[in-house]
């Protein structure tokens, strides 16, 4: 095995970077590619492999009247989200894993996956694509290099990612650089016919923290297989984060200017499909408010020199859940998808090749849905995917802000957590100061959404909305979050963010959502900077400060009272309810657990009249 056959493209890097040529030879003589290609991120190449993916049939070209140079994708319906129960943290230690995290011994896992690779990529190419995490332009910019089997991947990735021959010569010949490995593990044999959507029944999502690697194995879907993302931007970076003191987190960036013109940065944290990319490009409904895009998904934040806490959206493009984006919800992502230059994944075909997706208005009286099959109104079921994606360069969200290309990032006034909760959580809660907000976070619930294989619809604790995502231990991440505002690695604690916490979802007794949401949200927005400036009404509630009826601008929204004041309203018996769930989830910390939460419950506890 250790003779291969001569792999074109594997002689005459483009690079003299001598760690990464070996690792690409190695990873060609495991894998026993076709050929190797290294991305260049020019036009041309995505002329190519676009071209050659439509006459595979991976991909379809959309009507260039509608969606210029654009394409629909449909996955295996076996390979749409993304699969956290085959998500591994390989620490050396498994305490390092914590409780929230899969775990196997990093020996043992590469061992496991070495077997799986052998040979995977046999009859495919081997891409490989330089990329950097972040503006270029950082102190310290975050490479990595990914290789995968799947075009459709280096498609994406030049979407998502800064990439290509500038980033491979800025990394010259030695920068560090994670080293990402990806193949969809189905080799071809000689002759054999490929699939329109290859990937394989055995998947694995592995993370080695210690030595910053990312080894991803059977699935094309992007949050399995873009390892730039999830995989690098948040597990592999929170452990830097915890290791050089800083926040790898998952939360949207935005930046709010006021009529009397006053810029804040706000920042926040809702799990997948709870609304990030909607609020990151909102469109206020309230006169004078303007709302710019900063990011969607994932913020670095990092203490400037003024003690202050900075976000930086390391990410190049929006990977954004179809269903439910629409002129009337976010319009500002239809004028982005408009430009073209997109992917789509599991959403539908009109006849005259646009997309559609459920959300989108009357349905047309023919699509073809995501399984590739004819779709009328009366057919079951929706005709795209629920966790279906729009994959798009985010330099065309039209409000995207001036600093987004700013490494140093934009500080930070307020943080918000929010879930999917149809009960019990009002629809903003301030904290009294950061470790309450810190409790806030921890103790973050929400339904479970398509966004990942299981149940839909059960609520989990989700902490910081970073259950899938932290790349340790949990615990040790909320003492990080602990530190972190106490003055540690050069922050100022009297500058930090204030915490607040949301819920868009609540419902009420027939199942409604009580709350418009949307543009509407931006009320939240005005009213949390008001609050920053000690200029809106709020009732001190045994949770924190909820808004007066009053102190919410409620000018031209389409509610009434009583809907007003079930959207506010604290419950003390849901409240109370929610204590032995709490105690519960962090028992299984253990000793771990920072005693700063215990006491945040016990005080809790306390106001709620719980024993
Ligand atoms: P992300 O995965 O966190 O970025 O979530 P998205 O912004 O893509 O939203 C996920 C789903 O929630 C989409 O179907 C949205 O239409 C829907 N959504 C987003 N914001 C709101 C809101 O304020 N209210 C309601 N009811 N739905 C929302
Ligand atoms: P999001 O991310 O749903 O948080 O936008 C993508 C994913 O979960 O794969
Ligand atoms: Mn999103």
Not at 581 to 610: T, Y
Request: aromatic letters at 10%; glycine letters at 10%; proline letters at 7%.
């Amino acid at each position: 095995m250790s003779v291969p056959v001569m792999v074109p493209g594997l002689e005459n890097p483009p690079t003299n970077h001598s760690r990464l040529t070996a690792w690409v030879r190695e990873v060609a003589e495991l894998t026993t590619p076709e050929r190797v290609v290294w991305c260049d991120g020019s036009d041309e190449e995505w002329r190519r492999l676009t071209d050659e993916l439509v006459a595979s049939g991976t991909l379809v070209r959309l009507n260039d009247e509608y969606k210029p140079n654009s394409f629909w994708a449909r996955t295996d319906p076996s390979d749409v989200a993304r699969v956290e129960e085959r998500t591994y943290i390989c620490s050396v230690d498994e305490a390092d894993a914590g409780p929230t995290n899969n775990w196997m011994a990093p020996a043992e896992m590469k061992q496991t996956m070495t077997e799986l690779y052998r040979g995977s990529m046999r009859g495919r190419t081997m891409y490989v694509i330089p990329f950097c995490m972040g503006p270029l332009t950082a102190e310290n910019p975050m490479y990595g290099v990914e290789i995968t089997d799947s075009a459709y991947v280096a498609l994406s990735m030049r979407i998502m990612t800064r990439m290509g021959s500038h980033v491979l010569d800025a990394m010259g010949d030695d920068a560090v650089y994670v080293p990402a490995l990806h193949s969809v593990g189905a080799p071809l044999d000689e002759g054999q016919a490929d699939t329109a959507w290859p990937c394989s029944e055995t998947k694995y999502i592995s993370h080695f923290p210690e030595s910053r690697e990312i080894w991803s194995f059977g699935s094309g879907y992007g949050g399995n297989s873009l390892l730039g993302k999830k995989c690098y931007s948040l597990r592999i970076a929170s452990v830097m984060g915890r290791d050089e003191g800083w926040l790898a987190e998952h939360m949207l960036i935005l930046k709010l200017t006021s009529p009397r013109d006053e810029v804040r940065y706000i920042a926040a944290a809702f799990p997948s499909a709870c609304g990030k990319t909607n609020l990151a490009m909102v469109e206020p409904t309230i006169p004078g408010w303007k709302v710019e895009t900063l990011g969607d998904d994932i913020a670095w934040m990092r203490f400037g020199e003024d003690g202050r806490l900075y976000a930086v959206n390391p990410e190049y493009g929006l990977f954004g859940v179809a269903p439910g984006t629409d002129w009337k919800t976010n319009p500002n992502a239809m004028r982005a998808i408009d430009k073209g230059n997109s992917l789509f994944t599991n959403v539908a075909l009109t006849d005259d090749g646009d997309i559609w997706w459920e959300g989108m208005g009357e349905p047309p009286a023919h699509l073809t849905d995501w399984h590739g099959k004819d779709w009328t109104p009366d057919s079951e079921g929706p005709s795209s995917h629920p966790n279906s994606r729009f994959c798009t360069p985010i330099q065309q969200c039209p409000i995207l802000a001036d600093e987004y290309e700013d490494p140093k990032g934009v500080p930070i006034s307020a943080i918000l957590f929010g879930g999917r909760r149809a009960s019990t959580i009002p629809l903003v809660t301030q904290s009294r100061d950061w470790a309450h907000g810190v409790y806030f976070g921890a103790t973050l619930s929400s339904e479970t959404t398509a966004a990942a294989v299981g149940k839909v619809g059960v609520v989990r604790r989700d902490p910081m909305a970073m259950l899938p995502f932290i790349g340790y231990n949990g615990a040790d991440y909320f003492r990080h979050w602990i530190e972190m505002g106490k003055g540690a690695n050069g922050g100022d604690s009297s500058k930090m963010p204030a915490i607040f916490y949301v819920n868009w979802f609540r419902r009420d007794d027939d199942g409604k959502f009580l709350w418009p949401g949307f543009g509407e949200n931006s009320r939240v927005l005005k009213w949390v900077v008001e609050r920053l400036e000690g200029r809106a009404e709020a009732v001190e509630t045994p949770i924190g400060f909820v808004p007066t009826p009053e102190s919410l601008d409620t000018d031209g929204l389409d509610l009434d009272a009583a809907s007003l004041d079930a959207v506010l309203n604290v419950d003390v018996e849901e409240w109370r309810a929610e204590i032995p769930l709490v105690q519960e989830w962090f028992e299984k910390f253990g000793d771990k657990l920072p005693g700063v939460l215990w006491a945040e419950l016990d005080a809790l506890k306390a106001r709620l009249g719980v024993e």
